[in-house]
């Protein structure tokens, strides 16, 4: 017997992300069965990023106009449809599902369209005759099938060719690739490993460093006390290696100058064997509590959380290294965020530049003579890395650029960046750059 709870309990959240901009992260709750939730929260992450393949599907298929539809038909029209298409659930089950969650929440006519259009779908599906966009313009085109807004693929196209593109954003919608640093380092893996295999989990050593393990899923280890036990953190290999290329040192003073929720600061701290210090200033009131609270479970005393704007900040101290991980776009962690690449413009992409710029010119103030400066992101757009070193090292003559050969697998090494790419290495998108002082 079918069981709507689930997709209802979809329906719901969607027409929230839609109508409320509500984020699809902070829409989970407790209040259904963990199997219930589990299955809302796919259709809610899943639909959110395909929908505009999705939506494209469905018109080919329903007679009418599809902007009409009702509200809920058409989220419950676009979850049967992910569910046949990216999901490749058993049809009668995806079908018979959304019928039932028609007839839940509107009507026995809802019910039969359900039906119709889902059935023509999944028809076309297995006989391999899916339509394909063919607008003649190539950047709209895979920005349907791919569902993305078409500026930033029309940009992708321009800089990177139709290739890596197409492979950019099939890794772009692959959700589901998940890395833990484990805190006691590689002699620890092994027992990390059983401990995860005894909650249903599979794990194995990342390929890119020793003290990071890639898992089929997170789920059990959320439910699990080993994140509060400080014996794992979830952290993508990506953003861990940017650590490896700031390469902090036991006794050293570092100045992580955005840090939270703390990621990285507290793997500097790690990789200090907890001896010095490591400034973690932000702005955000808020989230300067989870640096707090990130360093005690993972027992470190050098950590040292601090609230302030670092366009402002003034400190005595001048510091061996400074990290900044600048706020910037995401373009590299889309596959995580299902609603991230509806929030993005190209608008927003020159105010983060502007903010970048003065965030790095921020920082280079904390930097000793002889010290080290890195700027990293989580983008993977030249506007916010390559462009921004090019423009900071053409203001500030005392900077030069240093190679991270060396400190970081030499597959991640691009001339001498730092530079991660979904598509090409099934990590997270991550950037950076090393940029040293002179001695004065
Ligand atoms: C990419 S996140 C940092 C992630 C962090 N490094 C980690 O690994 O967990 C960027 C951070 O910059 C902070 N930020 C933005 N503007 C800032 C400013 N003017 N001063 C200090 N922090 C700022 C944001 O609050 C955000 O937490």
Redesign the pocket.
């Known amino acids: 017997m079918a069981d709507p709870t689930a997709r209802v309990l979809a329906v719901q959240r969607l027409l929230r992300v839609e109508a409320e901009g509500a984020h699809v992260a902070r829409l989970a709750d407790g209040a259904h069965p963990p199997d219930v939730s589990r299955r809302a929260v796919d259709y809610v992450s899943g639909v959110t990023r395909q929908k505009r393949w999705l939506d494209f599907l469905i018109a080919e298929f329903y007679r009418g106009d599809v902007e009409g539809l009702d509200p809920e038909l058409r989220q419950i029209l676009r979850i049967g449809t992910y569910e046949l298409i990216e999901r490749e659930v058993a049809p009668h089950a995806a079908v018979n599902e959304a019928v039932e969650t028609a007839k839940a929440l509107l009507h026995r006519g809802a019910a039969g369209l359900t039906n119709g259009v889902l059935r023509a779908l999944d028809r076309a599906h297995r006989a391999g005759a899916l339509p394909d966009p063919d607008t003649g313009d190539l950047a709209n085109d895979l920005a349907v099938r791919y569902s993305h807004p078409t500026w930033p693929v029309r940009r992708w196209l321009d800089r990177w060719g139709e290739e890596a593109t197409r492979a950019f954003l099939a890794a772009s919608n692959e959700p589901g690739h998940f890395t833990l640093r484990v805190t006691g380092g590689a002699e620890a893996v092994p027992g990390v490993i059983r401990e995860l295999a005894d909650l249903g989990v599979e794990a194995e050593p990342s390929e890119w460093t020793d003290d990071f393990l890639a898992v089929d899923r997170l789920q059990p280890i959320l439910r699990s006390g080993l994140l509060d036990e400080g014996t794992v953190a979830v952290?993508d290999v990506a953003?861990g290696l940017?650590v490896h290329v700031l390469d902090p040192q036991p006794e050293e003073r570092i100045l992580?100058?955005?840090?939270?929720?703390?990621?990285?600061?507290v793997y500097a701290a790690l990789r200090m064997h907890d001896r010095g210090e490591v400034a973690a200033?932000?702005?955000?009131e808020a989230?300067v509590g989870l640096i707090a609270g990130a360093a005690r479970r993972h027992g470190l005393s050098i950590v040292r959380p601090v609230k302030?704007?670092?366009?402002t900040?003034e400190s005595d101290a001048r510091f061996d290294r400074v990290?900044l991980?600048?706020?910037?776009s995401g373009s590299g962690v889309l596959a995580k965020r299902a609603d991230l690449r509806w929030r993005r413009s190209p608008e927003g992409l020159d105010e983060l530049a502007e903010?970048q710029d003065?965030?790095l010119d921020?920082a280079a103030r904390h930097v000793r003579p002889g010290g080290l400066l890195v700027y990293s992101?989580?983008s993977v757009e030249a506007e916010e890395n390559d462009d921004r070193v090019a423009a900071f090292l053409s203001r500030r003559n005392e900077f030069r650029l240093e190679s991270v050969e060396g400190l970081v697998p030499d597959a991640l090494v691009d001339d001498v960046l730092y530079r991660a790419l979904p598509h090409v290495h099934g990590t997270d998108g991550a950037f950076a750059a090393r940029l040293r002082r002179s001695p004065d």
């Open positions: 952290q953003a940017v992580d100058a955005a840090a939270a929720p703390g990621g990285k600061a200033l932000d702005v955000s989230k302030a704007d670092l366009t900040w990290l991980d600048a706020p910037c903010l003065a965030l921020a992101t989580c």
